[in-house]
């Protein structure tokens, strides 16, 4: 388990590695069923995807967060590039000859959210010429996506969290995290323990409004609750991100699991509270 003491708040040293896309939401009164048209009553587009929207989350609670991933080299992949530094990231981006990523996202009247990606997922690789010596430093690092060698750099972090849904990756590295986090609900994301050759130290798995569950290699078991969304509920894009986001700042740290749930809650339902992933998101305000 990671350690009991960790940092002080407001040092804390963090980095994502991870993947961006570029987002265009749309507010529709319902998703459309097949054949059918929506018209949305609202629309933006800003860079997200997990390693983005948790790495803003980070940045927001330790005051910088480093972003290690990959662009296109076209105009969107320089747009995101520019609004991603402007919300607070150091985007170290190694630029593809290729195009960044896309998604489509509606959200219907409850808040819920429906994503349709475009284009393959662009990613770092270890052997990019990017700053890993940084990751030798961190506190906490989160990884959403890269290859073998990245996950080998983010494992020379203190601590390392890594999504579920990149467990094949993580395999392929054969490095063990301090912490596996993923939607109990998402198929992709979906992890059996009884298979892996090794037990993560926490794994987590979240349940929307359910709240969630946690085990330890230590055997130990349990439940945390979700939190109340506070005031107009915005959408649910980005909550888990987020929610990791949290979680991997909160383990960093050094805080008991419990408390980091709860906090890492906190997070997911503050993002849920706003328009898109960034406006509801904690700040260090909020600590």
């Excluded at 459309?32 to 980070?58: F, K, N, R, S």
Aim: glycine fraction near 14%; charge should be negative.
């Amino acid at each position: 388990m990671v350690p009991r003491t960790g940092c002080q708040t407001g040092s804390m040293r963090v980095a994502v590695v991870g993947h961006v896309e570029w987002v265009s939401f749309g507010s529709v009164d319902r998703i459309p069923g097949p054949g059918e048209i929506a018209h949305a009553t609202d629309d933006w587009e800003e860079p997200a995807g997990g390693g983005a929207v948790a790495a803003v989350q980070l940045a927001k609670l330790a005051g910088e967060c480093g972003l290690f991933t990959a662009l296109g080299d076209d105009e969107i992949g320089l747009r995101a590039r520019e609004e991603l530094t402007d919300l607070g990231l150091e985007v170290h981006a190694e630029s593809r000859e290729d195009r960044t990523r896309r998604a489509l996202t509606l959200v219907d009247p409850a808040g819920e959210r429906t994503i349709t990606t475009l284009g393959h997922r662009l990613q770092a690789s270890g052997g990019d010429p990017l700053p890993w010596e940084r990751l030798e430093e961190a506190d906490a690092v989160y990884v959403t996506a890269g290859d073998a060698d990245a996950f080998r750099f983010a494992r020379r972090a203190r601590v390392m969290v890594v999504t579920t849904r990149v467990l094949e990756e993580l395999l392929d590295a054969d490095v063990v995290p301090d912490a596996l986090v993923g939607s109990a609900g998402d198929p992709a994301e979906h992890v059996d323990v009884e298979v892996l050759e090794w037990r993560p130290p926490l794994l987590v798995l979240t349940e929307g409004r359910s709240g969630g569950r946690f085990e330890t290699s230590s055997g130990e078991t349990g439940r945390f609750k979700a939190v109340e969304v506070r005031g107009l509920a915005g959408d649910a894009y980005g909550a888990g991100d987020s929610f990791a986001g949290g979680l991997t700042y909160a383990l960093g740290m050094g805080w008991e699991v419990d408390q980091a749930l709860e906090f890492a809650a906190r997070c997911g339902a503050a993002c849920a509270s706003g328009r898109g992933p960034y406006a509801g998101q904690l700040g260090a305000t909020d600590l």
